[in-house]
Structures are given as C-alpha cells and as structure tokens.
C-alpha cells in the first residue's frame, strides 16, 4: 500500500514538473509565465531602491530581563 502511495505521488510530482515547464503544452493548456504582469506595470520608481551592506551584529541591542 505504501508503494503504491509513493508511486502516485512520483508520478503526480513529474506530472506537475511537466505542466509547469510547459512540456504538455500540446495535450493541456500551460501555465503564464507571469503570473501578475499588471504589478510590474504598477510599481512606481523600482529604480529608486537601494540595497545597503545588513547590519553589523554588533548594532544590535541585546534586552535587558
């Protein structure tokens, strides 16, 4: 009965790996590629972020009990 239910699941995972690659994509309708593009189109300066170095450990503040 376990081999059974890892079998399944082995070919559900390969199923779902092959959709999602669009592998199938002449037996089943495939997956967007993006699946929100309206929110790259909505973001207002993207440009405008900077990323810095994390903080040092030693800036943080250990509390006090």
Do not use: C, F, K
Not at 32 to 43: A, C, S, T
Not at 56 to 65: G, H, K, L, Y
């Amino acid at each position: 009965m376990l081999r059974l239910l890892v079998l399944v699941l082995l070919l559900a995972n390969i199923g779902y790996y092959a959709w999602s690659q669009g592998h199938l994509a002449g037996i089943v309708s495939v997956p967007p590629h993006e699946r929100e593009p309206e929110r790259l189109q909505q973001q207002v300066r993207p440009d405008a972020i900077r990323l810095g170095p994390p903080a040092s450990p030693s800036a943080i503040v250990p509390a006090t009990p």
